[in-house]
């Protein structure tokens, strides 16, 4: 092939390719257009069949709201010092990110610290005491170990 060619093939292939972001944006602009016009576009009406009282919002009286011994918002364990780790971790990360972790106390500081250090977590003050107490009475290291032997299994024998 010439490179004229080649010039030709490439100049039609970007005239495509400008005609189409041209016609895109044509519908863009006729849309937008029409929202200016009739900004009551039925993509934006709730539907009536959907019932908006069964949908769930967090009310201000439910925002710190406990069931079953459980933080409903975050997930985090009910107990002493529970929103001084709200206050104070859910501001950066999920609250996820905490009961995903079990440490001890010495390593729920080391990473306090880390985060101190790395992620320009600002200092605690006496809150610290608070929140290292609290994950490490409620986020502990859980001792798993294998499973435990199985009991009352009547054995057979493998035919070859």
């Known amino acids: ?67 079953n011994g459980i933080h409903v918002r975050t997930g985090f364990v009910e107990g002493e010092g529970l929103m001084t780790v709200v206050n104070n971790c859910t501001n950066c990360h999920s609250a996820k990110l905490v009961t995903q972790n079990r440490m001890s106390a010495d390593r729920w500081r080391a990473t306090i610290k880390w985060m101190q250090e790395t992620q320009n977590l600002w200092d605690l003050g006496k809150n610290e005491d608070i929140i290292v107490t609290y994950l490490a009475t409620y986020y502990a290291p859980e001792k798993k170990g294998r499973r435990p032997n199985l009991e009352n299994i009547e054995w057979y024998a493998l035919e070859q």
Do not use: C, N
Not at 11 to 21: E, K, L
Not at 29 to 50: N, Q
């Open 1 to 67: 092939m010439e490179p004229s060619q080649k010039f030709e093939q490439s100049a039609r292939a970007i005239s495509r390719m400008m005609g189409m972001i041209f016609a895109l944006f044509m519908v863009m602009g006729a849309f937008l257009v029409y929202l200016m016009i009739d900004p009551t576009f039925s993509a934006f009406r709730p539907d009536p069949k959907v019932d908006t009282v069964a949908v769930a919002t967090v009310e201000e009286d439910d925002y710190d709201k406990i069931e």
